[in-house]
């Protein structure tokens, strides 16, 4: 992703099974006081984004109405319990800000899970940050502190990720970023690795900023690298490597600052000098080292990345 502290997430996680001796447990009540009106559409945000945001959040009222009343609901999930299972694969691996804001509630309210006001604070500045209006307006009224949270494991990459299992399949998706990744100078295991942080390999993945595909790029770095079809895999990985490939060049081949711009924008780097303070793309430069293990990566001759340019325009 390309533009000044944005972050992505994508859709795509499993729901967990139903827990049979969960659902038979009594339902724990639940104050009007814990749950927020339903807002009107953010205007910083195009129509169909804000049906988007609404939608979600509307489904989440009704989640917990359905959790106090005992009644089913359209996630199959029978309990506090599964809800947090649920939210917190989804902020974890997908990064979805509607999950995080979901995982902060849980915490900051107590249901399914002990009351703790520092993680609340952090899920709530995470979705925060990916322009989630709900959970600024929860953030502002939480006690906790979000730099003292010590977030669930389920907020760590795991062995047996989705992203992890595709990553070491080489697969497809391997055999399209091995073709071209050398053109482009971009040592193939981080163009995989942003890959797998990204997107999850899912070529269809789409952000409320409306980041796509593979490598999630923005409209403006498809029309500053020259992609037409940001859902084509072969398309978006040409465009992925086009700007991590000016990234290297920029940032002299430190790993941290081209992730931490992939992420938040190179304009945000700089104005930081160095990793911008977001606990969102802080956990970004740590997901994808916790692929890609190098700390520099080697800056090729000018004469490679003017070939490189070449092929992006072509493309």
Same mark, same amino acid.
């Given at each position: 992703m390309a533009d000044d502290e944005a972050v992505v997430s994508q859709p795509g996680i499993s729901e967990p099974a139903i827990d049979e001796a969960a659902t038979s447990q009594p339902a724990k009540e639940i104050e009007v006081a814990d749950m927020p009106a339903v807002i009107e559409p953010i205007t910083s945000?195009?129509?169909?984004?804000?049906?988007?945001?609404?939608?979600?959040y509307k489904q989440f009222i009704k989640l917990q109405i359905s959790l106090a009343s005992g009644t089913k609901n359209a996630l199959g999930l029978g309990s506090y319990e599964q809800a947090y299972t649920h939210y917190c694969a989804l902020a974890g691996e997908a990064r979805d800000p509607d999950a995080q804001f979901a995982m902060g509630w849980l915490y900051s309210t107590g249901k399914g899970v002990e009351v703790n006001h520092d993680i609340a604070a952090r899920f709530f500045s995470?979705?925060?940050?990916?322009?989630?209006? +709900?959970?600024? +307006?929860?953030?502002?009224?939480?006690?906790?502190? !979000?730099?003292?949270?010590?977030?669930?494991?389920? @907020?760590?990459?795991?062995?047996?990720?989705? !992203?992890? /299992?595709?990553?070491?399949?080489?697969?497809? /998706?391997?055999?399209?970023?091995?073709?071209?990744?050398?053109?482009?100078?971009?040592? /193939?295991?981080?163009? @995989?690795?942003?890959?797998?942080?990204?997107?999850?390999?899912?070529?269809?993945?789409?952000?409320?900023?409306?980041?796509?595909?593979? @490598?999630?790029?923005?409209?403006?770095?498809?029309?500053?690298?020259? /992609?037409?079809?940001?859902?084509?895999? +072969?398309?978006?990985?040409?465009?992925?490597?086009?700007?991590?490939?000016?990234?290297?060049?920029?940032?002299?081949?430190?790993? +941290?600052?081209?992730?931490?711009?992939?992420?938040?924008?190179?304009? !945000?780097v700089q104005r930081h000098k160095g990793i911008p303070p977001y606990p969102e793309t802080r956990d970004y430069v740590k997901r994808v080292a916790h692929y890609y293990k190098k700390k520099h990566h080697e800056v090729r001759q000018k004469s490679a990345m003017r070939e490189s340019d070449a092929i992006s325009a072509a493309s």
């Open positions: 945000y195009t129509r169909e984004q804000s049906k988007m945001q609404n939608d979600a995470l979705a925060a940050i990916q322009g989630h209006r +709900e959970a600024r +307006e929860w953030l502002d009224k939480e006690p906790g502190n !979000a730099e003292l949270a010590k977030l669930p494991a389920c @907020m760590h990459t795991h062995e047996n990720s989705a !992203a992890q /299992v595709l990553y070491r399949k080489r697969g497809p /998706v391997y055999q399209l970023v091995k073709k071209h990744a050398p053109k482009y100078g971009v040592d /193939v295991d981080l163009a @995989m690795a942003v890959i797998a942080v990204e997107s999850g390999f899912n070529p269809k993945a789409t952000s409320r900023k409306k980041a796509q595909g593979l @490598m999630q790029l923005l409209p403006d770095t498809q029309a500053r690298f020259h /992609v037409k079809d940001a859902y084509d895999p +072969e398309q978006n990985i040409k465009g992925g490597l086009s700007y991590l490939r000016w990234l290297i060049g920029h940032f002299k081949g430190d790993v +941290e600052l081209v992730t931490a711009a992939y992420n938040a924008g190179e304009n !945000a």
